[in-house]
């Protein structure tokens, strides 16, 4: 693969999460995230994005978002729980991107807030018409996606490397 190769990261956080006594990372889905993380699948699937690999937080909420959000699409990608997902710093996320292999054109993360509204951030050096603004405006509500575009390896993800594209929160 050339330095100019075109890929995208698509960056989702997990649709709305039951408040419970169980620990944070046991929380499973409300039933408003039941019904927003398969939309969000067909927002995806409508914007003809099929990833090639999603890495997804090992935490009941991002599983219980993929696999609903997975049936809305054209094929299932391979996906890997990653434990590293939980709870990532800006630091982490982008480590975990460079590990990415350059076979991967499109990348699906199924992540958490701060971190996933935070690399979103610093990955799109730019955008597309007046997204970066929404996205800070609106935050990152849950069942959101961004879609980053950049060209290049995956081992040279960095900060403002990449170009906001979309940006998908689920009420709009």
Request: contains cysteine; aromatic residues 6%.
């Amino acid at each position: 693969m050339s330095a100019d190769t075109p890929r995208r990261i698509v960056l989702l956080r997990h649709a709305k999460a039951e408040w419970s006594d169980s620990s944070d990372h046991e929380r499973p889905l409300a039933d408003r995230g039941r019904q927003d993380a398969p939309a969000a699948g067909r927002r995806l699937a409508g914007a003809g994005i099929t990833p090639d690999l999603t890495l997804c937080s090992t935490a009941t909420r991002t599983r219980e978002t993929w696999k609903l959000f997975v049936t809305e699409l054209a094929h299932r990608p391979k996906t890997v729980y990653e434990e590293r997902l939980y709870e990532a710093s800006l630091g982490d996320l982008i480590a975990l991107l460079n590990e990415t292999s350059d076979d991967v054109h499109d990348l699906l993360v199924v992540g958490h807030n701060p971190g996933v509204h935070a690399l979103a951030d610093a990955l799109a050096g730019d955008a597309d018409d007046d997204l970066l603004a929404r996205m800070n405006r609106g935050g990152f509500p849950t069942a959101t996606m961004a879609v980053i575009a950049f060209n290049g390896s995956w081992k040279s993800v960095e900060h403002g490397v990449g170009r906001l594209v979309a940006y998908l929160p689920p009420h709009e």
